[in-house]
């Protein structure tokens, strides 16, 4: 696994051990900025739930995001992504919450232009994760929402006042892009 642009373009990433966590393909990200690209996105500053690995805000900080927040409640991938962070030499522009998703909303501090959601595709909490992040102030006027989820699940058509634009699917990975 590597960041596929920006100027860390190359730099390899870490994955955690076992199979707690499902990093997103690299033809995925391919495919996710190239979309955020295309729709004008805003990726100053980033949220990154579900963190996984940290793939996600590390290819936005890649590709130019001033800031980004990253949110794994799991004490031992926290600190897989510190050490991703500190690879790729982005521990200064980044931070590592070892939260919750859904308490992590109430402490963290927006806006936010652009919020990547990579869930476990069976986690129970998404429904009330959603709707606590679309009745916050964490996304910003113009905010960008992408949420990775199983190719079984139907994506909500809003999150708080943002729409549904687009569904992508790649496999058994789905895609949905709100504005």
Do not use: W
Not at 1 to 9: A, K, W
């Amino acid at each position: 696994m590597r960041v596929t642009g920006g100027s860390l373009r190359g730099t390899p990433l870490l994955a955690p051990k076992g199979r707690d966590t499902r990093p997103t393909t690299d033809r995925v990200r391919e495919a996710i900025f190239s979309i955020l690209y295309s729709m004008d996105a805003d990726l100053s500053r980033v949220l990154d739930l579900y963190a996984g690995t940290g793939a996600l805000a590390i290819e936005a900080l890649s590709r130019g995001a001033e800031s980004a927040d990253l949110v794994e409640r799991a004490g031992p991938v926290c600190a897989v992504i510190r050490k991703n962070l500190e690879r790729a030499r982005l521990s200064d522009r980044a931070r590592v919450h070892c939260l919750d998703a859904r308490r992590a909303l109430g402490q963290l501090d927006g806006p936010y232009t652009t919020v990547f959601l990579d869930p476990p595709y069976a986690d129970p909490q998404l429904e009330e994760v959603l709707e606590a992040l679309g009745a916050s102030s964490l996304i910003g006027a113009g905010g960008t929402i992408v949420l990775e989820h199983g190719h079984a699940r139907t994506p909500p058509a809003a999150i708080g006042a943002l729409a549904l634009e687009s569904d992508r699917r790649y496999g058994d990975t789905g895609v949905a892009f709100y504005q």
